[in-house]
C-alpha cells in the first residue's frame, strides 16, 4: 500500500521537482532511514542503474526501488536520466574515476 | 572458479588497538602464501605506514589520488622484496607531513563523496584489473569521514578491539550503529588479551563476544611482549616466522580466504 501511494505521489508532476544537488556522503547514508539507504548503498556500488538493476541486488520488487529511487532523485542525492524507456538512475561525482 | 578479490578495511573504534599492526602483519602473512595483496594507509590523521616500512619519500600520495589529481598506479610502491619468496606485496601511503594532515582534516561533504566515489573504483583497477587478491585498507578509529568511506568499500570489517571498557563500549555501539546499518560482514580480533591461554579467560573471551559484541570471532592476539619490543622496526611474521603471533596471524588469514 506504501509503495503505491509512493508512485501515485512520483506520478503527479508538481512533487516532482527535485531539491537542489545535496552530497551522498556517508554521513547522509547514516542518517537515511534504512529503507532508502539500502537503495542508495547499491546505487553506489553500482554506479549507474535502472531500478530493475537494483532490485535485483535488493532482492527487492522493481516497483519499490522505483520509487525509493524517485524519492532519492526528489530528495536530491540521485540524478536520473531516460534513454528510450529506460531510466537510469546515478549518484552525480564530479571528476571520478 | 575465478577467484575475486576481496576489500578488507581494518578499523576501530578507539586508537592503540593495533590496527595498523594487525594490518602490515596480515599483508605480509598473505603474500608470503604467494598473493598479490595491496596494503593502503587511509589513516590520514595520523598516517604511520610510511614509518613503519621505512618509506622516507613518495612522488604520490594516496591523498593526491581521493583529490583526483593522479591515477591509483601512481601511488602505489611495490614492496615485494620486504618478503622474501613471497608473493607480490604494494603499499599506497598517506601523506605524514602536517600540512596534508590538516588539509585532509578541512574536506568538505562534497570532497568527501567524490573520495568514496574513488575508493568504490578501487574494486575495479585493482582487484578487477590487476588481480590484486586482497586490498587491505588501514582506517583512522572511530567515526572519521575517510575510515566510514573505508567501510562502505569493503566486503569485510575487522574490527580491533581491547579488554578496556570504554573500548569494548565504543567497539558494541559500532557494531550496532554502524557496521550493522551498512550491512557489513564485520568481524573481531581481541587484542593485547591478557592470560589468554587460561580457561577463565577463554571463558571470559567467548561470554563478551556472545554477549556483548554478538559478532564472529576472527581471532584471539595474546599481549607478547616480543611484539611490543619489536617497535614496529620489523614486519613481525617476516622475522619471526615461528611465533606464537605469527602462527595466530597465519590462522587470520585462513579463516579470511575460507569466507
Known sequence: ?97 | MTFLGKIIAVHSYKGGTGKTLLSINLAATFVKQGKKICLLDLDFRAPSLATLLNVTKSDYWLNDYLNGTCEIGKVLIDSSDRIHNGGKFFIGLANPTTEAIRDMSAKDRKWEMRALGRLLALRNSLLNDKGFDYLIMDTSPGLQYSSINAIVSADLVIVATTFDRSDVDGTRRMLRELYDLFEKKTEIVLNKVLNASSSLMKENVQTKIKDVYQAPLLGVIPCFCDVLRAEGNTIFVQEKPEHPFTKILDGIASEIDRA
Not at chain 1, 535502472?50 to 542525492?77: D, F, P
Open chain 1, 1 to 97: 500500500m506504501e509503495v503505491m501511494i509512493e508512485l501515485q505521489k512520483h506520478d503527479r508532476k508538481d512533487l516532482q521537482k527535485p531539491l537542489a544537488d545535496a552530497p551522498l556522503d556517508v554521513m547522509t547514508l547514516l542518517s537515511m532511514p534504512d529503507h532508502l539507504r539500502k537503495t542508495a548503498m547499491t546505487l553506489c556500488r553500482l554506479g549507474r542503474a535502472t531500478a530493475e538493476e537494483i532490485a535485483q541486488q535488493t532482492q527487492r520488487a522493481r516497483a519499490v526501488e522505483s520509487a525509493y529511487s524517485n524519492q532519492l532523485v526528489i530528495m536530491g542525492y540521485l540524478k536520473k536520466e531516460r534513454k528510450g524507456r529506460k531510466a537510469y538512475f546515478y549518484v552525480e561525482r564530479e571528476n571520478h574515476g
